[in-house]
């Protein structure tokens, strides 16, 4: 039987039948070579965590080439010839480290690490690819395929623009200061040409491999392809990027793989461009780029260049193929392909092969009609356009990067020789309806006609707005939106056409897209050397093992032995409707399944969050539900298999009987719930605060209203758990923030003591929030069935089913009515807000917004009420800044409205409001505004409005108090080795990005006085730190840090005596002490009950200057200055990476990350990557800028240090009042009364747009 053969960091692989055909490369490398260093999260393409580099060679050149792919989409059967490298092949700790995984380390490019690897191999392969030849734009460009939601990007960009040719003094500088080598090399590693092991470059070899009745086909010439065709029952797959977009649910008895057919490869240039079907979206780019430049007849290619370098991401266009595209738009006619949009602009052809030598060209559309069963894209041509062409092509997307369109369009202008007189037009969309491809009528009237004058113009807007009628649902943005937006594009590329003379200056920059520089930030920071290794900037103690993958999680623990895998079967069904039975009979055809279980089947408590004695979680949620649903999607069945996938696929198939299924509409909101008559029992009142002290010199009276929605957390690494049964009780491995709960609940579900579980936290990937209570879910679950099964079970949350699952930010919204004086001081306030907690009290939040909602304001005035209301969805959760940011926000907004309302600069509203003097936001903001040279750029905007019609910019300020408490115990173990001196740190609170164990290890060898080498952290355990509290609220460094100290200080007690017996060095001083029989072992617990940590503020003051392309909604954030109140702080380079991981997380919550539910069910529509956008590494402000307070110590806090990891994310609603202020100048221009424009959030590309209340008479030239 035939082989595929492979390599995988050098080590030879020939695999058959043996494996499953669904079998990826993922699967593999992880399970089977089990290198856990490359991970998966969203298996959609859309991450990032799961790239490895390959080297292979393709037909027609056979040329050897390096690129990266996402193992996660890649048939393991594709992989034959190919030499695969994982991170750990890169380098490792035996190897030798690479210089890009040193620099990513060195430059603090890490924080939780999980996606760290896939980083490093997307640069890695195309720092191989390119070698010396990379810019730093070029190296800014290529990310578009990894999301991190840590560290806010900056410093990956520039660790990886470090390796650029023309890379900035000031990144070369930060390099040199860190310590880099800038010219170390991997000792072991791949770096150049001959150490690959290249297995073969003959493509020519053809492949046939049965695997359970399946057939897997490698052809590789044409009449292959159709041979095995034959047999009817098949599926082609080319590059099989395809499923990240589509997934498919059926299993055809064939699969045919095109890639290596010698015909369907390369391209020719006759008189037309003519492109095989399998090339890849990356060929055709190199071939559009170098033809652009070439051949004359040809330079549109450099417009559809263009385009196509906003078409997915490098991993996807490395395998990803032209004829894949296009057959997805086939078969899909809704997808909005943007090859097809630019194919069909430009009047291409398309060839379908019916067998060898049987070909057919016609048009794109008349390809769409066309029956495909048994034919195959064979290639496409693309015509020389004369000169007398103009082309302009548009993709308007939710962020800057790896979106699909919300609206793509082409347009082409063909003019009579030597005349503005139009001969033909194309105008071309996408992201209208599955059957909208011509705005025919539009380029019909346009025939004849000087495209470039104003009567022209109207006629074919007026034409467009006729036929232009979108379809299409929800979480797609609304017809409305997608109308317009296809008529202002093409305005907006006659505007990019148009002859000078025609043109009215002030409208030029409407033509142009955003084209951003390269981003650039800076960091302001005091160290001071006498406190070395506390305040020195040092790097993470786990950036190397994070770097090259070794860094173990509990997603990347090993197997462990006889492993099972669960999945939740959900109820994926109207909340309040009634489950009565399941039938599991499909279920258990999958092969390996084992085990189904439901709550009948738990020997404890059918809960995860037993109630604990705090008010965080105060009432019990079901593991499994048992009657009522209370959400779409909620869990109510475990199902097992021997494979992931095979327990995912299954889970599907468990079909859940209803007694009854709820038809009424849900309640999915706080105004859902406004308006039902159940208020009484779904509104809590938390708190009324009343005013102590009512202004009575009320000059104007301001209302207004507020809303907020939620936001995913969107972890890298998956609500993970492996539960594995020992001699006495069981060990709980799990990707939790909180020991405790997990260990209780544990034992409550299985109805054992507390003491036989052991709950291990190696480290987390990513939190923010989402790991406190939802984690222990998918911990009560594996070890339910560990327990049930008596074997080790593992249970990772599959995208959809976390996103579905686990609850999300609170939404919040305000009413509120405000009563000023001249000056705009409040004399009054009174406002009511509401949080949507979903179905569930557990995690409030209203205590924290209460908290701060005040800000740094003077609240004596102000009457506060605080609700909470219960909906129909899964209980919401802390994250990054809950309840700070909601508070932060609504009264920013309401200062801001004070600001309008009056007139008077919004800056001096609010210091006009401040709480009082010994607050230092006042010289913040002086200094703040110096540095951002804000009142110069403040009047440079305004010259900007008004020389620009359709770019509008706008800078804005924030101010932020954020109050720090505390709560909890924390403990930590520290033990000293006698035998080198050297010490371990056990504690009680769980590293999960933010750099505690950095920190603690720094307070350690500070307080011992020792080098930071010495000391090393271990993973938290609840057997080693029972009763510790959450880590969360920003506090786990501090109390950590503080536990350490005091056990610390126990140490340095016994010490003492031996020390004055005159031990010079520290391991003399430990010998001795072992010798005398000293215990060199402490440990201290802190309770906030006890111990003297007081609350404190952090003060944060920023300026934001954002650009707003009016005519497609798309924004710019130009430049950010952020000033915190940071303490002295532990670790200065771990608090930078947090201000602005923070702070761009915020920015996503306020601008991309929109969830949308159907309105019918309560199911959320945007559960994966391709509708739920974070930002990317382009979507950060082009020039951000931090500073820490200077001299400023923290009298309360842990070594007068401040926290830092989640403020920064409060200050993030100042991008919404810019792009507020923004809109407001498009409107004035546009004749609107000057009104107070409330966007909607998050201010989406969609909001934006709309606020700006176009109107097409708008649409002129001059
Ligand atoms: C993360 C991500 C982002 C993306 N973003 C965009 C985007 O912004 N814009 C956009 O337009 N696209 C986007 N795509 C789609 C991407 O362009 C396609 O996935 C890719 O081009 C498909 O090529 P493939 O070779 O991988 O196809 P495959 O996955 O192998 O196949 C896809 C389909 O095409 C069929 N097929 C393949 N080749 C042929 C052929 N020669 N003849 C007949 N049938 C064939 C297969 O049977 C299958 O049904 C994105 C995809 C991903 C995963
Ligand atoms: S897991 Fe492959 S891209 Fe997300
Ligand atoms: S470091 Fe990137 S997601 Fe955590």
């Not at 010698?262 to 391209?267: A, N, R, V």
């Not at 926290?1203 to 004035?1228: D, F, K, N």
């Amino acid at each position: 039987m035939d082989k595929v053969v492979f390599k995988i960091n050098g080590i030879e692989y020939k695999i058959g039948g043996e494996y499953s055909l669904d079998f990826t490369l993922n699967e593999f490398i992880r399970t089977v070579a089990d290198l856990r260093g490359t991970k998966v999260m969203c298996r959609e393409g859309g991450c990032g965590a799961c790239i490895v580099s390959v080297k292979a060679s393709a037909p027609p050149t056979n040329e050897l080439t390096t690129f990266a792919v996402n193992s996660c989409l890649v048939s393991i059967f594709s992989c034959h010839g190919w030499d695969i490298i994982t991170v750990e092949g890169v380098g490792n700790r035996r190897i030798g480290y690479h210089a890009i995984q040193q620099r990513l380390a060195n430059l603090n490019g890490t924080q939780c690490g999980f996606c760290t690897p896939g980083w490093i191999m997307s640069m890695y392969s195309l720092y191989e690819s390119k070698k010396n030849a990379l810019t730093s734009k070029e190296i800014e460009n290529s990310f578009a395929s990894n999301i991190c939601r840590c560290t806010g990007y900056r410093s990956i960009a520039d660790a990886f623009k470090s390796f650029a040719n023309d890379a900035s003094d000031a990144i070369k500088q930060q390099v040199i200061d860190l310590e880099d080598i800038a010219t170390s090399k991997c000792k072991g590693c791949k770096s150049d040409e001959e150490s690959w092991c290249i297995i073969e470059t003959n493509n020519n070899i053809k492949k046939e491999i049965d695997s359970d009745g399946q057939k897997w086909y490698r052809a590789t010439k044409l009449e292959d392809v159709f041979q095995a065709m034959k047999s009817g029952d098949y599926r082609i797959i080319a590059g099989n990027t395809g499923q990240g977009v589509y997934s498919y649910s059926d299993q055809p008895k064939t699969i045919i793989d095109i890639s290596n057919v010698t015909e369907l490869k390369g391209h020719e240039l006759e008189v037309n461009l003519v492109l095989g079907s399998a090339v890849t979206l990356n060929e055709m780019m190199d071939v559009f780029l170098k033809l652009s430049e070439d051949n004359e007849d040809f330079s549109y290619l450099k417009q559809l260049w263009e385009h196509m370098d906003l078409v997915a991401h490098i991993p996807v266009r490395n395998i990803g193929t032209i004829g894949g595209n296009l057959f997805m738009k086939h078969r899909h006619n809704e997808f909005q392909s943007d090859l097809f949009v630019l194919f069909e602009t430009v009047g291409g052809m398309i060839t379908i092969a019916e067998g060898v030598g049987k070909y057919k060209k016609i048009t794109f559309p008349e390809f769409l009609k066309l029956d495909m069963n048994k034919k195959l894209i064979f290639n496409v041509l693309l015509p020389p356009l004369s000169n007398c062409c103009s082309v302009k092509t548009y993709k308007i997307m939710p962020r800057s990067q790896n979106s699909h369109a919300f609206v793509n369009a082409g347009i082409l202008l063909q003019f009579h020789w030597n005349s503005q007189v139009l001969e033909k037009a194309n105008i071309i969309y996408g992201g209208i309806s599955p059957s909208f491809i011509h705005a025919s009528k539009t380029e019909m009237a346009l025939i004849g006609k000087d495209p470039y004058t104003n009567e022209a113009l109207e006629i074919a807007l007026k034409t467009l707005a006729e036929e232009v009628n979108p379809t299409g649902k929800e979480p797609e943005p609304s017809v409305e939106y997608r109308k317009m937006l296809a008529i202002s594009l093409f305005y907006k590329a006659i505007l990019s056409l148009c002859p000078n003379d025609k043109i009215n200056p002030i409208y030029r920059s409407g033509g142009d897209v955003f084209k951003r520089e390269v981003s650039k930030g800076s960091q302001h920071f005091d160290t001071d050397k006498a406190l070395w290794p506390l305040n020195k900037p040092v790097k993470k103690l786990e950036a190397m093992l994070q770097c090259s993958g070794e860094l173990v999680f509990t997603n990347a623990l090993k197997k462990q032995g006889n492993e099972v895998y669960a999945a939740f079967v959900t109820a994926d069904v109207a909340p309040g409707s009634i489950i009565d039975n399941f039938d599991t009979t499909e279920a258990f055809k999958v092969p390996g399944v084992v085990a189904f279980y439901t709550a009948k089947d738990i020997p404890g408590k059918n809960t995860f969050t037993s109630p604990m004695e705090l008010t965080l979680i105060v009432v019990d949620e079901e593991l499994l539900c048992s009657e009522k649903v209370m959400y779409h999607g909620q869990p109510a069945g475990i199902i097992v298999a021997t494979r992931e996938k095979n327990a995912n696929t299954a889970s599907k198939l468990v079909k859940i009987n209803y007694k009854s299924i709820n038809d009424r509409k849900p309640l999915l909101s706080v105004d859902d719930i406004l308006k039902s008559s159940e208020t009484s029992t779904r509104i809590i009142n938390n708190k009324t605060i009343e005013p102590t002290n009512i202004g009575n010199d009320v000059k104007s009276v301001i209302k207004g209203e507020f809303k907020m929605g939620d936001q995913y957390h969107f972890y890298i690494e998956p609500q993970t758990c492996i539960a594995k049964p020992i001699n006495d009780g069981m060990e709980v491995y799990s990707a939790t923030q909180w020991l405790d709960l997990t260990n209780i609940s544990v034992a409550n579900c299985l109805n054992v003591p507390v003491n036989s579980i052991n709950v291990i936290v190696q480290k987390v990937g990513g939190s923010y929030g989402g790991k406190i209570s939802r984690s222990v879910q998918v911990a009560c679950a594996a070890a339910l069935v560990a327990h049930l099964l008596d074997t080790t079970c593992r249970l990772i949350l599959p995208l959809q089913t976390n996103m579905m699952c686990a609850g999300k930010r609170v939404p919040t919204q305000n009413s509120f009515e405000v009563g000023v004086n001249h000056k705009g001081v409040i004399q009054y306030l009174k406002t009511t807000f509401y949080q949507d907690k979903g179905h569930s009290k557990n995690e409030m939040t209203s205590g924290f917004t209460l908290h701060h909602i005040g800000n740094c304001y003077d609240t004596k005035s102000w009457q506060i009420v605080a609700n909470t209301a219960l909906t129909d969805k899964p209980s919401n959760t802390w994250c990054r800044a809950p309840g700070s940011a909601e508070g932060v926000a609504m009264t920013e907004n309401i200062m801001e409205k004070i600001a309008y309302e009056t007139g008077i600069d919004p800056i001096e509203i609010r210091i006009a409001n401040l709480n009082d003097q010994t607050n230092p936001i006042k010289e913040m903001i002086t200094q703040l505004k110096a540095d951002a040279d804000y009142d110069n750029r403040l009047e440079k905007s305004k010259e900007f409005n008004i020389k620009n019609r359709w770019r509008k910019r706008a800078i804005k300020m924030a101010l932020m108090q954020y109050d720090v408490f505390f709560f909890g115990n924390y403990n930590s173990i520290v033990s000293i080795y006698h035998g080198d001196g050297s010490v371990a740190i056990i504690h009680g609170g769980i590293e999960m990005g933010q750099g505690l164990n950095t920190k603690v290890a720094q307070v350690c060898a500070y307080t011992l006085g020792i080098p930071l080498e010495k000391v090393s952290i271990k993973a938290s355990t609840s057997h080693t730190s029972p009763n510790t509290m959450t880590t969360g609220g920003s506090i786990g460094s501090e109390c950590v840090s503080y536990a350490t100290i005091k056990a610390c200080e126990v140490l340095l007690e016994r010490l003492a005596p031996f020390r004055q017996k005159g031990a010079l060095t520290w391991e003399r001083l430990i010998a001795d002490a072992f010798n005398a029989g000293i215990d060199l072992q402490a440990s201290y617990m802190y309770s906030a009950l006890n111990d003297d940590i007081k609350p404190y503020c952090i003060y944060g003051v920023c300026a934001l200057e954002v650009e707003i392309d009016i005519l497609t909604g798309n924004h710019n954030v130009m430049r950010v200055d952020l000033l915190e109140d940071t303490g002295r702080s532990l670790s200065p380079l771990i608090d930078i990476t947090q201000i602005e991981g923070a702070f761009v997380m915020g920015l996503g919550y306020w601008t991309s990350e929109k969830l949308v539910y159907d309105n019918a069910t309560g199911r959320l529509l945007t559960d994966g990557t391709w509708t739920y956008k974070p930002p990317g590494i382009k979507d950060i402000p082009a020039d951000m800028r931090i500073y820490f307070s200077k001299n400023t110590k923290n009298e309360f806090g842990v070594l007068q240090s401040k926290a830092t990891g989640e403020p920064a994310l409060c200050l993030a609603t100042v991008v919404i009042h810019a792009i507020r202020e923004a809109v407001r100048s498009a409107r004035l221009d546009a004749g609107y009364p000057d009104q107070w424009l409330q966007i909607d959030n998050p201010c989406t590309v969609e909001n934006i747009f709309m606020a700006v209340g176009h109107k097409i008479e708008d649409f002129k030239l001059k």
